[in-house]
C-alpha cells in the first residue's frame, strides 16, 4: 500500500529489479537484536544485495532487501545457496534503516550499501522467466515465477526468448 502523500517514503510499497550479488542469512550465531536476538538461520532475516547489472561485484553499489523469519515462506530458506544468473524482482515496503551508514567516496561502511533505505520486509520474491534485463521489465507479470517455482525447475524450462 502506498503512502498517503504521493511521494515516495517509508512503508511505500515497491518493486525492484535486479540480480542478487549476495544473499545470507545475518548474525545465525548471536541473533539479530530485531529478532528477539535468537541464535539459528531460522530466527534471523536473510539479507539480499540486489544490484543493477550481473557483472557488477561492489556491495557499494547495492540496495538490501531483507527478509524477515516471521513472513519468510519455507520455500525461500535456501536462496542463500542458490546461485540465480538472471533478474529478480522483490517487492516490499521502503524501510529507512539510520542504523546503518551508505557507502560514500572511499568510506565504505559495514555493510556496503548505496543507501539506507531497505525494501524490509521481502513481500515476495520471484524470478524471471528470462535472463537478459531487457525481457525482465517491473510491470510485466507475465515474466516472473515465484521463487520456489523457479528452484523446483531446469533453466531450460523457464528460460523465455531473451
Sequence with gaps: MDNLTG?????????????????HVSNAKKGELVNCTKPGEEFNDIHIELVKTAT???????????????????????????????????????FFDGSHRACHGDTRPSPNRISVWEIHPVYQFEVCKNKSLSGCKVGDDCVWVPLNWWHSHTDEETDGNN
Design 7 to 23: 511521494g515516495v517514503g517509508e512503508g511505500t510499497r515497491v518493486q525492484f529489479v535486479g540480480f542478487v550479488l549476495d544473499a
Design 56 to 94: 557488477e561485484d561492489d556491495a557499494c553499489n547495492s540496495v538490501t532487501a531483507e527478509m524477515s523469519p516471521h513472513l519468510r515462506p519455507e520455500a525461500w530458506t535456501d536462496l542463500p545457496s542458490l546461485s540465480i544468473k538472471r533478474p529478480v524482482r522483490v517487492t516490499g515496503p521502503l
